[in-house]
């Protein structure tokens, strides 16, 4: 499974952006799909999660201002990112995992960093 992430940028605080990840390859359709994010000296974090059920899972620190969406016929994951803050400035990460992990051992894949950098 390989994931194409793409979106991320520069923006001003209070500004949006919307992140894009596409999987493509052996897809197994019981599966997670989410965008974890990691800044310079901290450790990568989860931002949001959703399900190929439509289950969403949000960080505190985003939540309200930040939404995750799926299009199953797509295999592709959205993070639309509003009233953003420099504190979300980080690389950006997709992740894609099977639900079903006795199914299939070894199905959890990242995609490619996107730099988002928010100015204040």
């Known amino acids: 499974v390989q994931l194409q992430a793409s979106g991320g940028g520069l923006v001003q605080a209070g500004g949006s952006l919307r992140l894009s990840c596409a999987a493509s390859?052996?897809?197994?359709?019981?599966?997670?799909m989410g965008w974890y994010r990691q800044a310079p000296g901290k450790q990568r974090e989860l931002v949001a999660a959703?399900?190929?059920?439509?289950?969403?899972n949000y960080a505190d620190s985003v939540k309200g201002r930040f939404t995750i969406s799926r299009d199953n016929a797509k295999n592709t994951v959205y993070l639309q990112m509003n009233s953003l803050k420099p504190e979300d400035t980080a690389v950006y990460y997709c992740?894609?995992?099977?639900?079903?992990?006795?199914?299939?051992?070894?199905?959890?894949?990242w995609g490619q960093g996107t730099l988002v950098t928010v100015s204040s």
């Open positions: 992740r894609t995992w099977s639900l079903v992990a006795t199914m299939t051992p070894g199905y959890d894949y």
């Open positions: 390859g052996s897809i197994f359709s019981v599966n997670a």
């Open positions: 959703i399900t190929s059920g439509g289950s969403t």
